[in-house]
């Protein structure tokens, strides 16, 4: 009776012709793992882009920062030009308009203090000016160097400390 309708018959598995219902799953599923990888392929560049946390340097040194991602940003534009590793990014801030963040150079620990105004800036090289710490100031940000680790003689017993100390940053 199936022969009468005047197309061919759809077979299955194990015949010659027709349609193979393994080939049609195995291409069907294909097809639906390129769609999900490209879908995923975008939003991963979308997100990337998009992001900032994840690409740092995008403010230069000089920039007013309004929020904790652009000090950040700033933040890591110091550190990359001075040659600093170690980038920490995990401190708390310091107040709502300012922020700090670590880094290093060999052994020498370095405290990066962005600020977000005059006032906070003020108020911040007061208070590196206070420690006696050496430091280096410029726009809306300051470096000074931490006495930790085994700089910490060197920093913390030299009067005054030594100004080379700071030269990655002028």
């Known amino acids: ?15 010659e012709r027709g349609l193979n219902m393994r080939r049609i799953v195995t291409t069907a599923i294909g097809i639906v793992l390129l769609l999900y990888g490209g ?30 991602s652009q000090a950040e940003d700033v933040a890591f534009s110091v550190t990359s030009n001075a040659g600093c590793g170690n980038f920490d990014n995990e401190l708390p ?8 963040f670590d880094c290093t150079i060999g052994d020498v620990w370095y405290g990066i ?3 977000g105004g005059d006032q906070p800036r003020s108020e911040g090289l007061a208070q590196l000016q206070a420690d006696g710490r050496p430091y280096v100031a410029n726009a809306y940000y300051a470096v000074t160097a931490v006495p ?3 700089s910490k003689d060197e920093v913390l017993n030299a009067t005054p400390p030594p100004a080379s100390i700071m030269d990655p940053f002028r």
């Open 1 to 15: 009776m199936a022969e009468d309708l005047g197309s061919h018959p759809i077979r299955f598995a194990g015949h």
């Open 39 to 68: 879908v995923l392929a975008v939003l991963l560049v979308v997100a990337v882009v998009s992001h900032s946390g994840w690409f740092h340097g995008k403010l230069p040194p000089d920039t007013l920062p309004t929020t904790a």
């Open 93 to 100: 801030p310091l107040s709502p308009a300012a922020w700090q």
């Open 113 to 115: 203090y962005v600020y």
């Open 148 to 150: 930790y680790g085994p």
